[in-house]
Structures are given as structure tokens and as C-alpha cells.
């Protein structure tokens, strides 16, 4: 009798453990949005000739944009193959935050979705002796407008329709101006919930960029990391809202394109003026960043990017991010590091394998000039 | 050995007691002074957490350009930086209140059924299930609320806005998925279900078997014994059951933070997706915060720390004038 009991117990606690081990399984099976998984398991993609280890050693810390994360974790894991007893530590948090650290001097470089303030460059010539934080531009990336319509397979958008279903004009996936961009589509009646993040974020304000450079007119508000539109739904994080789109019928939301890849989120073709409206995807990414002029002075190369752009097979709502170092100034330590590790994110086997994971690399032209950066940082 | 025991308890008594005498006064100045120590040490960390905070608080304070009190908007890394805690305050006490009036019912009833009416095996299964609920980490009960609940209240929400729509609280206004202080107050219903249940199991359980026999002689039913000797006798232990879930309600962070779709808006209706609170506020503006929007969070964090004081010292006012039935002077 006793007995029993004591082995009751044990069978639910197993079964407890059994449910809230799948419960923790599920969670992270949620946050993983690359095809890293059966990366992981290949050989390092990089020939290790590619990767100059010349000087680096010891442990470089770095942190910040989420966006970048898993094409930085490409990096660190190829480079860490190629050059023994080296580490590279990427602590992937906010674009914020990483810039917070790099000026505070706990980190050898910053990932960012967005170049440096002024306030922010003059505040890390404190941490740059004789110098100063600069970005260069090292992933870009489409960010997809995913929906959730059944029945509709294939649905195109312009700027103005997409600023009024997030500025909550229009309310209903039938509405005129959707039916006249998808000749032939049967649009249902059903109300469309628009999904945005809930915290602040990168991703938002490249949007925001975005709808305001293409439909000046719909969309009146500034870009800023906080959502600026009322209504819609919020949700954190990239994977918060793909989940949600994917989730609720008659959703649409943002999100960086690997989120969708990985849930099988259909993704809205743009019409940008262009002959034909552009899928998101890589490749259409990088002839849109093609079109970006550098606006940073002196070895700062911030991009302006081009979101009007019209060109065929260019998709315009891209993200570009960036690693922020001090052009001069760099801590001895780690700046051998910092050199070898630019290096190869910047040469081409490092961009090369970017675009097999959804982001998107950086024109050659840009690219070029990074490389010359990184050689002259001191 | 009855031979011996004599011998040994005549003899070494003396000795031992008089050691022992001495040893116990030593020991009384030593366990005074550390238990002394500790008590002063408590405070000097509180003193010195609270001068942190206030400190931190007060630069943020200095330069909003809002209404720290009735400002609808979170802008503190901006320049000029403006944020008020409004709707953070309005979103925190509705979201617990919700919660509070549907868990606090359940677990009495949980308690109760544990305590007095089912058979002992299912009671310790039971107990055992419901504390388990309290090991659950809160991003678990996140994510299950985002990915399971959320869908499945949208029948619920539909049918209280049809047949309870009139209330002004349970008209759903906009179309869309139940994100709302509605669901949030579930969830956390059922996050503090647990230590409610359990600490009220306690108290039952410490009514005087004495008291529950007095009424069963008087030919009480069982229902009156629970209403007049238990329910009365376990009064003041669920209320501060109850405070110790809603000091979880009110403080949870990443489970809100996942499920509420968050908007710097007050609304009545409970059920539209809005509103905050303040532990999910500064879970999710922290990342991106600067030093100054980190100052101001923290002034956030002040206002939920002297809020979680007043509910914890109005408990302990109720608890008090109630303290004829309290355990601890039984």
C-alpha cells in the first residue's frame, strides 16, 4: 500500500517531468530561426586558408544587435576552428545595449541595427584614445512582411497599403486598395490584425525608414525604435510576432526573413514601382543595399540606403547592420583580434555564407572599403 | 545497566548542568549579538537598495519633461525624455485584481476540498499537483499563455462580450486576439494559485480539532463546521496567503511581458489588447534603455516597491484587527 503510493508519486513526478521537459523543448524550439541545426552538424564551410588568425589570441568580447546574432555566430564558429585558442564571445542583446558596453569599453566591438548618434560617437572618444567609434557595415538583411491569410497564397503590397494596415486605415484583407494591387486573388472579409513589436527594437525603426522615405503621405510618423502607430497588436521579439502571425488568421507583421524561412510564414511581394514586385529574399536585398551611398565621413561608413529605390529585383525594406569599433585607440589586447575577426566576416567567404542563411551581404563595392578599415584600425 | 544508570545520572549532573549554565550564557550574548547583527545588517541593505534607487530615481525624475504621475507615454531615452507611470499603475492593480478575485476563490475551495473532504490519498496527489504548479518557471507560463491560452480564450472573450458586453468592461471594442489585462489576469491567477492554496492548506489544517468536534456535537453539518470554526479560525492566514500571491502578481515580469500586447493607453475595456505593467514595462524597455532610460525605469521599479508596502501594510492593518481568531494567539 505504501509502496504504491510512493511509486504513484513517482510515476506523476516522472510525468511531470516528462511534460515540463517538452514545455522547455518547445520554447526553445520557438526561438530558433535559423537552419543552423544541420549547419551544425557540416564542416566548418570556410576554408581555413580564408581566415587570417595573424596575432589574435586570447578571449574577445562583443555584444549587441539580435539581428546579426546568427550570422555572427557563423563567423565565431568557423573562425574559432580555423584559429586555435582564440576566443570570440558574441553576447547577442540589443543594438542599444551593445553600444552602451562598447562605450563603456567592456567590449571589443558592438553589432548595431543603426549607426552612431553623434552623442553617442562623442562619447566613445572617451574609450577611443585619439579616436573614435565608427560603423562598418558587415550583414545586411530583408525584413519580410509575413501573413497569415488562408486561402491566399501570394499576396502583393506598395508602401502606402502597408503604412495604412499598420497605421489601422485599412481593416478588412478585402479592402479596395488590396483587391486592385491582387488582380484575380479571392480576398476573404476577414479583419486583419497587424502584429508589431512590443519592445523597442531595430527591426521597427527600419521599417519605419522605410514607410516614411516610400509613403511619405500615409505614414507621418518619425522613425524611432518604439512602435509609433496606435492599434495592432504587440508582441516581443522577432520570433513573439512571427509566432503570433503564424499563429492567428488574417495576421500580418514583420519580422527579419529567416523568421519566416523557419515557419514556413508566407511573406508579402512588394510592389515597388518596379516591372514585377519583389519577393524578399537575399538576393533581392542585396541589389537594394547596392543602392545604398555612404554617408559616414572619414573611415565612418554609415549607409543612407536607398528605399525609394525602383530597381528590378531590388527589395527595398532591408536592414543594415553594423559592427562599431574605434578607428584609432582600439585596446592592445584585443585589437589583433578584432582585425583577424573583421577580417573574415568581411572577406569573402565570410559574406559568401551569409546569404545561405537569409541575410544579406554587403554589395562589393561598400565591402571593398570595409576591408581596407579593418587593416587600418589601430 | 540498572546498576549503572543510577551512578552515572547521581554523579555527573553537577558538572554538566553548571557547564552548561555557563556555556548557555555565552551562548545567549553570542546568539543575541549575531541575531542582533543580522537585524541591523537587513536594514543597513535596505536602507542602502532604497538610497540607490531613490538616488537613481531622482536623476531621472529631475529631467522628464512629463508628468511623472499622469504622463500616457514611455519616451525616457528620448531627448527631451518623457515617460509616466499611469498606465504602468492602472495596468499593474487591474491585472492583480483580476487575478486576485479569480484565484483566491479557487484556492480556498482547493484547500478546503484538501483539508476537509477528500480522501487522504487523492488530497496528498492533489496537494502535490498544485505545488508543483509553483516550480514552473514564469517564461514557461509565458510562452504557454502566448502559444496555448491566448487562442483558446478567444470563445471566452467573445461570449463575454455578447452576454456581459453591456458591463463596459467586457465590451471587446476592437477585433483581435486576447492579448489583454483579461488574459494577463488569468495567467497569473493561475501562477499564484499555488502558494495561496498551499499556505491556506496550513491553516485549515491548524484549526483546533477541538472547536470542529464542539460544532459536529451541536449537530452542525459539516459545510457549517467549515463556515463557523474553520473558515472564521483561517481568516487572517488567507489573507496573507493571499497577499503573498498578489506580491507575486504584482511583480511578475516575463509571463506578462510574453502574453500582453502592451500600448500606452488606459482603457476600461478589459478584454481590447492595451495597457502594462510595471515589471513587464522594464522588462522589455530595459534592453534598449540608455544610463538615463535605466534611471528612469528604476524610478518606475520605486513606485511598484511603495505600492507592494501599502497592499503589504494594509494586510497586515486587517490582519491585525482581526488578530482574536489569528493561530498565534490560539
Given amino acids: ?378 | 545497566m540498572a546498576t549503572t544508570t543510577p551512578t552515572q545520572t547521581d554523579s555527573p549532573p553537577p558538572p554538566v548542568s553548571a557547564s552548561v549554565k555557563t556555556a548557555g550564557r555565552a551562548g545567549d550574548a553570542v546568539f543575541s549579538g549575531l541575531s542582533k547583527g543580522s537585524g541591523i545588517l537587513l536594514l543597513v541593505i535596505m536602507a542602502s537598495i532604497a538610497v540607490f534607487l531613490t538616488y537613481r530615481a531622482a536623476i531621472a525624475l529631475s529631467q522628464n519633461e512629463g508628468n511623472f504621475l499622469t504622463t500616457f507615454d514611455w519616451d525616457a531615452s528620448a531627448n527631451p525624455p518623457v515617460f509616466g507611470i499611469a498606465v504602468l499603475l492602472f495596468g499593474t492593480v487591474v491585472s492583480s485584481i483580476i487575478a486576485m478575485a479569480i484565484a483566491v476563490p479557487i484556492a480556498v475551495g482547493i484547500a478546503l476540498f484538501i483539508s476537509h473532504y477528500a480522501p487522504r490519498k487523492l488530497a496528498a496527489t492533489l496537494g502535490y499537483v498544485v505545488d508543483l504548479l509553483a516550480a514552473v518557471p514564469s517564461i514557461i507560463y509565458g510562452i504557454w499563455g502566448a502559444l496555448f491560452l491566448v487562442p483558446q480564450l478567444a470563445g471566452l472573450n467573445l461570449w463575454l462580450d455578447e452576454y456581459l458586453g453591456w458591463t463596459y468592461v467586457f465590451d471587446k471594442s476592437q477585433p483581435g486576439v486576447a492579448r489583454s489585462l483579461f488574459t494577463v489576469g488569468i495567467l497569473l491567477a493561475i501562477m499564484i494559485l499555488p502558494i495561496v492554496t498551499s499556505v491556506s492548506r496550513e491553516v485549515f489544517l491548524q484549526v483546533p480539532r477541538m472547536n470542529e468536534e464542539a460544532a459536529l456535537a451541536l449537530g452542525a453539518t459539516r459545510w457549517e463546521v467549515i463556515r463557523m470554526a474553520v473558515l472564521p479560525f483561517g481568516r487572517s492566514g488567507v489573507i496573507s496567503a493571499s497577499m503573498l500571491g498578489l506580491g507575486r502578481a504584482l511583480g511578475e515580469t516575463m509571463a506578462v511581458a510574453t502574453v500582453l500586447s502592451p500600448s500606452f493607453l488606459i482603457s476600461g475595456h478589459l478584454l481590447d489588447p492595451g495597457g502594462g505593467t510595471f515589471a513587464q514595462n522594464i522588462a522589455a524597455k530595459f534592453d534598449e534603455a540608455n544610463e538615463f532610460g535605466r534611471d528612469a525605469l528604476i524610478a518606475s521599479g520605486l513606485v511598484l516597491f511603495l505600492l507592494t508596502l501599502l497592499v503589504n501594510g494594509a494586510a497586515r492593518m486587517i490582519i491585525a484587527r482581526r488578530k482574536e481568531y489569528s493561530g498565534a494567539n490560539a
Fill in chain 1, 1 to 378: 500500500m505504501k509502496l504504491q503510493r510512493k511509486n504513484m508519486l513517482r510515476a506523476s513526478a516522472l510525468g511531470a517531468l516528462v511534460v515540463s521537459g517538452a514545455l522547455v523543448l518547445t520554447a526553445c524550439g520557438s526561438d530558433d530561426n535559423t537552419g543552423a541545426g544541420t549547419n551544425a552538424s557540416g564542416k566548418p564551410s570556410a576554408a581555413a586558408g580564408d581566415i587570417k588568425c595573424d596575432g589574435a589570441s586570447g578571449k574577445l568580447l562583443a555584444s549587441g544587435s539580435s539581428a546579426q546574432k546568427n550570422a555572427v555566430d557563423l563567423w565565431v564558429k568557423n573562425y574559432m576552428a580555423a584559429c586555435s585558442g582564440v576566443e570570440v564571445n558574441y553576447k547577442s542583446s540589443s543594438s542599444g545595449e551593445g553600444i552602451v558596453a562598447f562605450n563603456q569599453g567592456t567590449v571589443g566591438f558592438a553589432g548595431s541595427d543603426s549607426a552612431l548618434k553623434p552623442e553617442q560617437v562623442e562619447e566613445s572618444k572617451k574609450i577611443c584614445t585619439g579616436g573614435q567609434g565608427i560603423n562598418l557595415p558587415m550583414v545586411g538583411g530583408p525584413v519580410a512582411i509575413g501573413y497569415n491569410l488562408s486561402g491566399v497564397d501570394k499576396l502583393v503590397l506598395d508602401a502606402p497599403t502597408i503604412a495604412n494596415i499598420f497605421n489601422d486605415k485599412i481593416k478588412k484583407w478585402d479592402d479596395e486598395a488590396i483587391k486592385k494591387l491582387n488582380p484575380g486573388v479571392a480576398l476573404p472579409s476577414t479583419a486583419i490584425q497587424h502584429f508589431h513589436r512590443s519592445e523597442d527594437s531595430g527591426t521597427t525603426e527600419n521599417l519605419g525608414k522605410y514607410l516614411k522615405a516610400a509613403a511619405p503621405d500615409a505614414w507621418t510618423y518619425d522613425a524611432a525604435k518604439k512602435w509609433p502607430a496606435p492599434g495592432g497588436l504587440g508582441a516581443s521579439g522577432s520570433s513573439g510576432v512571427a509566432t503570433q502571425v503564424k499563429q492567428v488568421d488574417g495576421a500580418i507583421g514583420y519580422f527579419e526573413l529567416s523568421y519566416a524561412t523557419s515557419q514556413n510564414i508566407k511573406t508579402v511581394d512588394l510592389n515597388t514601382g518596379a516591372a514585377a514586385p519583389v519577393k524578399a529574399s537575399a538576393d533581392s536585398a542585396s541589389k537594394a543595399i547596392a543602392a545604398a551611398k555612404v554617408v559616414g565621413t572619414g573611415s565612418d561608413l554609415a549607409l543612407k540606403l536607398d528605399y525609394t529605390t525602383k530597381a528590378e529585383g531590388a527589395y527595398p525594406i532591408v536592414l543594415v547592420t553594423y559592427e562599431v569599433v574605434c578607428d584609432k585607440g582600439n585596446k592592445a589586447e584585443t585589437l589583433p583580434t578584432v582585425k583577424s575577426f573583421l577580417g573574415y566576416a568581411a572577406s569573402d567567404a565570410g559574406q559568401k555564407i551569409l546569404s545561405d542563411h537569409g541575410y544579406a551581404p554587403i554589395p562589393a563595392e561598400i565591402n571593398s572599403k570595409v576591408r581596407e578599415i579593418v587593416n587600418s584600425l589601430s
